[in-house]
């Protein structure tokens, strides 16, 4: 049977061969260091995991509401007003499986045939793939690694067409780290205003933020603003809860009631038990999640100085999220390659590191290196690194 356009039009994700290919030489019992994750090391909170047990125990085991709990909504709208002194009504939040459920229908509804959406690059990998399956078309612009990966004002308006419906903000940024400041922000805002371009604004890496560094929502910086965006937010990355997929949208009450209707015909709700736990991730203490925070910037800050020895490997210093994305041109280069898919293809084969290749992110002389993982592992993969390039270039 023939398959859907909608479908056949999706991008392979680039990942999938070398995280198939990792996996398979692990099993084959080659010691194996996968630094792809996209996920915290860290298990889940045990408050949080006793507040799902509990909700069990108590048969909260039903269909709940489609946009989800009025207690998990609560919770999150006193999570807006303590964190960003932003204030929102029940009606303009929607609870959803996950982040990317919340993206993902969000394109759905505000998205005709055609409709062009600004994606600045590097990107989270699914970013185009939801456009295209909302019908719309992704415009890609390219956040320049001397400006820290990030789009300019300029480079904005010039992507705006009479077709343009939105643009993504994504701060902290997957897969780059970088952070876009409120001066950055208010330019790129006063742009969206005046074009009446929706504001997307992928906040999902807010608590992963290290040294001075703070994170702005462009949604703080004026009651106009504030209207024009769509935050997207969720527990997975700040509280270790990928596997529980809770996320959620916060914004105007037309669009979250359209999103609201869509998803009571795909997914019903979120699980319920997910939400119960939820609650008690915004409601419950918050050390977890500063030890978190703390774990990640140690590591950051020991295995930055090491990869930048590596030859070949120049990297921005990550403001944020748990990624380091170096640019590896230079090592392909030195190693003898093409190009940096195939340095990766081999720096799996031969010293058994795997690692994400920029290509996917829109970025091919760049690589993601997560450390989401133990300090012992990410030196050890790091020295594996350097050893794999200083023989290349004996």
């Not at 994606?119 to 019908?135: D, R």
């Not at 990550?318 to 940096?340: C, I, K, M, T, W």
């Amino acid at each position: 049977m023939e398959l859907a356009n909608r479908v056949s039009s999706l991008t392979p994700s680039t990942t999938l061969e070398i995280t198939a290919k990792a996996k398979a030489l692990k099993d084959a019992g080659h010691d194996v260091i996968g630094l792809g994750a996209g996920e915290p090391d860290f298990n889940t909170p045990q408050h949080i995991i006793e507040a799902a047990v509990k909700a069990m125990n108590e048969g909260q085991t039903k269909y709940t509401p489609s946009g989800g709990l009025v207690a998990l909504k609560d919770a999150i709208i006193e999570k807006f007003k303590k964190d960003q002194n932003l204030t929102y009504a029940g009606n303009e939040i929607i609870v959803c499986v996950g982040a990317k459920h919340a993206l993902y229908t969000l394109f759905q509804v505000i998205l005709n045939q055609g409709d062009e959406v600004i994606i600045p690059t590097p990107y989270w990998v699914s970013y185009p793939e939801f456009v295209k399956l909302a019908e719309g078309t992704p415009v890609l612009v390219e956040g320049k690694e001397a400006n820290d990966f990030k789009i300019t004002p300029e480079q904005f308006k010039a992507a705006i067409t009479p077709k343009t419906k939105a643009v993504v903000i994504n701060s902290p940024s997957n897969p780059t780290g970088m952070i876009y400041t409120a001066e950055e922000l208010k330019a790129l805002g006063e742009i969206a205003l005046e074009h009446n371009i929706l504001i997307v604004s992928d906040e999902i890496y807010e608590k992963l933020v290290y040294g001075d560094n703070v994170h702005v929502s462009i949604a703080t910086l004026s009651p106009e603003l504030k209207k024009q965006t769509i935050i997207i937010n969720g527990v997975s990355k700040s509280h270790s809860m990928t596997g529980w997929r809770i996320g959620y949208a916060a914004g105007d009450s037309t669009i979250i009631k359209a999103m609201t209707n869509l998803a009571s015909h795909s997914t019903s709700n979120p699980t319920s038990i997910s939400q119960y736990a939820a609650i008690a991730a915004y409601t419950g203490p918050q050390e977890p999640v500063h030890e978190m925070k703390k774990a990640f910037e140690e590591r950051l800050n020991k295995i930055y100085e090491q990869l930048m020895e590596i030859p070949g490997f120049q990297c921005v210093k990550p403001q944020g999220a748990f990624y380091l994305f170096p640019n590896a041109s230079e090592a392909a280069r030195l190693a003898g390659y093409d190009d940096v898919d195939s340095l990766v293809k081999a720096l799996l084969d031969e010293e058994k590191v795997a690692i994400i290749p920029g290509s996917g992110f829109g970025a091919p002389e760049n690589v993601r290196l997560s450390y989401a993982t133990s300090l012992d592992l990410l030196e050890k993969a790091v020295a594996r690194i350097k050893r794999f390039m200083e023989n290349k270039i004996k």
